[in-house]
């Protein structure tokens, strides 16, 4: 997907799970949307997603460094979306997985 095609987000991942309606949609490189459309376009854009994921039965997986991102996109991440325990081999101190 094209990172300055945010819009486009929710309408493949709608796509998606309407084929397979318990399917999982990765959310990875969330720095690089960020980059392009602002932390606040993108947090709404996330909120939207996870609406329809819900909606659709699926689950929603955000890979995100949290030293790198927002403070607030983590907060609302933190507040929104589960943490996943991290792997204890594969995963530095900052990155956090969210679903």
């Known amino acids: 997907m094209d990172p300055k095609r945010l819009g486009d987000l929710r309408s493949h991942a709608t796509r998606f799970l309407e084929a ?3 399917g999982v949609v990765l959310v990875d ?8 459309n602002g932390a606040e376009r993108v947090q ?9 994921v819900t909606m659709r039965g699926g689950s929603l ?3 995100l460094n949290a030293r ?17 325990p991290p792997p204890e081999d594969r995963m530095s101190e900052g990155e956090r997985l969210f679903a």
Not at 29 to 36: Q, T
């Open 44 to 52: 709404r854009a996330l909120a939207d997603l996870h609406d329809v």
């Open 29 to 36: 490189c969330l720095e690089h949307l960020i980059l392009h």
């Open 68 to 84: 790198a991102a927002n403070p607030r996109l983590v907060a609302w991440l933190q507040r929104e979306l589960d943490p996943l």
């Open 20 to 22: 397979s309606p318990d």
């Open 61 to 63: 997986v955000v890979f």
